[in-house]
């Protein structure tokens, strides 16, 4: 007998997604899609804050989408009422945050918890909601998602979840979107004023993303090398804390802002290597959009990057400067430790797909049918 879930889709509709975004974009329509080719279908309903373009999930007839307009504190509010007056088998919050109050049994992932590890790097306001919204979460649902093994260590580190009731599914990467032709290149060149030469960080310029570190590492490498004509660029918005001092440290560092999703696969595949030495990730997509557009990678050895990474990057402490350089400087000077690390990566990042995160979540899902 197939479940009914509902599903809140309110955070699927921004112009430009964030991670927690995408994610909740992409697992649910291929979820939707792989509901199809099953034997007995799940009965869906996506719930939307504001109408969802036409073509964002595939119309079928074991899927509807509902919009419940509602201005403020639509989760407990709207969502949970609707929740109520439907009395769903199952409901699923791809994003930290179920409704206070509501029925049945629940599913909810939680993407990471880099507010307990770096609180200074979180408003006052921020850090507080995150945290009793992830507790109230990970105690109110009946199985918790965590997007990597590191996330389900926190969640009983930091909450005392039981392990048996965590399922971890790792996010996938949509390799198509990452695509481009020849000419993308000049054009994505032209459009960020890239340097010839540089390496890559991609994300929102943020402390808990070391951006400081990345910054002294590269002029460590400069003043090493003598070399002023590769470039750093770091790519993505100015997030809270952000400080302009930390750029003053090497020569030649663009922040070109903003990347729009369609350049994304053109930019990665022009960087000597993408730094991605943050103090803490739940889940680094760009590592893996990097692997898949044979990119090298330097990333932590802490959270999950290693989890992500395997063997097919270089991985070093996020507070060791000198070991970033160094990382730095073997991707520069040793054209086969290159070329091994990109063939690597691609035999690597083919594991995080969309379709296998569905293939998983159809299988918790049928865990749920079970304890009926």
């Known amino acids: 007998m197939s479940l009914r879930i509902a599903i809140d889709a309110s955070r699927t509709t921004a112009d430009r997604p964030t991670g927690t975004e995408h994610y909740a974009r992409r697992l649910i329509h291929a979820f939707v899609e792989a509901n199809l080719s099953r034997g007995e279908p799940q009965d869906l309903a996506l719930y939307f804050r504001e109408a969802p373009a036409p073509d964002l999930f595939p119309a079928n007839a074991m899927t509807r989408q509902i919009v419940l307009p509602w201005r403020r504190a639509w989760t407990h509010l709207r969502f949970a009422r609707e929740l109520w007056a439907t009395r769903p088998d199952v409901c699923f919050v791809p994003a930290h945050t179920l409704p206070l109050l509501f029925p049945g049994r629940a599913l909810v992932t939680v993407h990471d918890l880099g507010y307990k590890h770096f609180p200074a790097a979180h408003p006052q306001m921020q850090r507080r909601y995150l945290d009793i919204t992830t507790a109230h979460s990970q105690r109110r649902a009946t199985l918790v998602l965590a997007d990597s093994r590191a996330t389900a260590a926190d969640l009983s580190r930091y909450y005392g979840a039981p392990q048996e009731k965590i399922r971890v599914l790792y996010p996938g990467v949509d390799a198509d979107s990452l695509r481009f032709e020849a000419k993308d290149i000049a054009r994505v060149r032209d459009r960020y004023q890239l340097p010839e030469r540089f390496f890559l960080f991609i994300g929102t310029l943020q402390p808990r993303k070391n951006i400081q570190g990345i910054v002294k590492a590269f002029a460590r490498w400069q003043q090493q090398v003598g070399d002023r004509r590769t470039g750093l660029v770091l790519a993505g918005g100015k997030g809270w804390l952000f400080d302009e001092t930390w750029l ?66 270089l991985l070093v402490d996020p507070r060791d400067t000198a070991a970033i350089s160094a990382a730095m400087q073997r991707y520069n000077s040793d054209s086969d430790l290159r070329e091994s690390m990109i063939r690597k990566g691609k035999r690597q990042a083919a594991a995080f797909t969309w379709g296998r995160a569905a293939t998983r979540l159809h299988e918790i899902f049928d865990e749920f049918q079970q304890m009926r």
């Open 248 to 313: 003053a440290r090497a020569e030649n560092v663009r922040t070109p802002g903003y990347i729009d999703e369609g350049d994304k696969g053109a930019l990665l595949s022009q960087a000597l290597a993408l730094l991605f030495p943050s103090f803490y990730e739940g889940f680094g997509f760009p590592v893996i959009e990097a692997m898949i557009c044979g990119t090298p990678v330097i990333a932590s050895n802490t959270s999950s990057l290693p989890e992500l990474v395997g063997e097919a990057g």
